[in-house]
């Protein structure tokens, strides 16, 4: 008897399985995978523990080729664009765009220290990547170099041709004095444009931070054609970016060259200054253990000298140059409608947020992400940043 029941108790759980394995199909002869499973049995003749094993090899096998069904189609609903970005999401895309899912990592090249001649002058860069990649022009900011981008590069270099120049008069590149060489951003964006003439820079996109907006937007509009793209990282193009105190400051130094306007502007350019206001300011205590100390240490290393501070101090009275230009900027915008990326660290204090939506009004297709970041969010970001722009990069037609 216990026999029997054994039997009969291993029997329906059987069919209950291949009922529950492939959609709740009843076994009592309604149609479905369960059914299916039970006619097979029967017309090979099975009974038993036979019949049992059948049935459950019959209803496994179709709920596993169901489930390989649904799982394929999520994977390629995923790729092309992700579950709903949520709401509040302070790193969602801006109007509501599905968020795609991270790209896959890819194993970094290595990154080469190098120099070319530009106009008569030596120019650094780091570049990572093959040649015949496409290629992502990395523009720095103030007072930083290339070296801000120490981290982003191997993220982006298994990918594409990562190319990122230090500016003449920062970093590793040459530093005419400020007495032989009148510090602009339209001699800044020259010289860069030079450097991807010499390099043979046909098209790329262009990544703008800080100082890299102006110098960016002087090279995207002398050659739109070479433009494939932009990515704005907490680069301003917009008066709503700028606080009412750093408009002041600027006007301020563009007016009063004297010398004692210059020493005011000057102590921006201090070692105290560029540590604790340029880089910390914009980091709340909890989150400075991202901020590597070697950041402004190679800053200040490479403005040791007053004639390296006062070409900083020259570039700082010229800024009320980019902000008359905006207009042009925008209008360019407008009219070309590159395809942008904006990421921003939303905790800036200087180029406040406002100046990241800000380019949704000339450009309502663009990407926009606020970052839990401060104004060198690369520093405090580096992968977000990478994915983000890994998925917007291979989104951009040739």
Not at 210 to 224: S, T
Request: hydrophobic share 40%.
């Amino acid at each position: 008897m216990r026999r029997e029941m054994e039997r009969g108790e291993g029997k329906g759980a059987t069919l209950a399985l291949g009922a529950r394995a492939t959609g709740g199909a009843s076994a009592r002869g309604r149609s479905g995978a369960g059914g299916d499973a039970r006619s097979e049995v029967e017309s090979a003749g099975l009974t038993g523990a036979a019949a049992g094993r059948r049935a459950r090899r019959a209803g496994l096998g179709r709920a596993l080729r169901r489930f390989a069904s649904v799982a394929l189609v999520t994977a390629l609903a995923g790729c092309a664009g992700g579950p709903p970005a949520r709401r509040g999401d302070p790193d969602a895309p801006a109007g509501g765009r599905a968020a795609a899912a991270a790209p896959d990592a890819v194993w970094p090249e290595k990154t080469y220290y190098r120099t070319v001649e530009v106009r008569g002058r030596r120019i650094f860069y780091r570049e990572a990547g093959r040649a015949d990649r496409p290629v992502l022009l990395l523009l720095h900011g103030f007072p930083s170099s290339s070296h801000g981008y120490r981290e982003l590069i191997p993220l982006l270099s298994g990918r594409y041709r990562v190319v990122a120049p230090d500016y003449l008069g920062s970093g590793f590149s040459e530093h005419p004095g400020p007495d032989e060489v009148t510090y602009t951003f339209d001699l800044l964006a020259d010289h860069v444009t030079g450097f991807t003439e010499a390099l043979g820079l046909a098209r790329y996109v262009l990544y703008m931070q800080d100082f890299g907006a102006p110098v960016g937007f002087r090279v995207a509009m002398a050659h739109p054609e070479r433009l494939r793209g932009l990515v704005v990282q907490n680069g301003n193009a917009y008066l709503d970016g700028l606080p009412e105190a750093l408009r002041a400051f600027i006007r301020r130094a563009h007016d009063d060259r004297s010398q004692a306007g210059a020493a005011a502007v000057a102590e921006v350019v201090s070692g105290a200054a560029i540590r604790d206001q340029q880089y910390l300011r914009h980091v709340p205590g909890e989150r400075r253990e991202r901020m590597s100390p070697d950041s402004w240490t190679h800053d200040l290393a490479l403005l040791a000298t007053p004639e390296d501070r006062a070409i900083q101090v020259q570039l700082l009275q010229d800024y009320q140059t980019n902000i008359d230009a905006y207009p042009a900027w925008q209008a360019f915008l407008r009219a070309r409608k590159p395809p942008t990326l904006v990421v921003w660290g939303r905790s800036d204090a200087d180029f406040i947020s406002a100046g990241a939506s800000a380019y949704l009004r000339d450009l309502p297709g663009a990407e926009l992400h606020l970052l839990d970041a401060g104004h060198f969010a690369v520093e405090e970001q580096a992968v977000a940043i990478a994915q983000h722009v890994t998925r917007f990069l291979e989104r951009l037609p040739p």
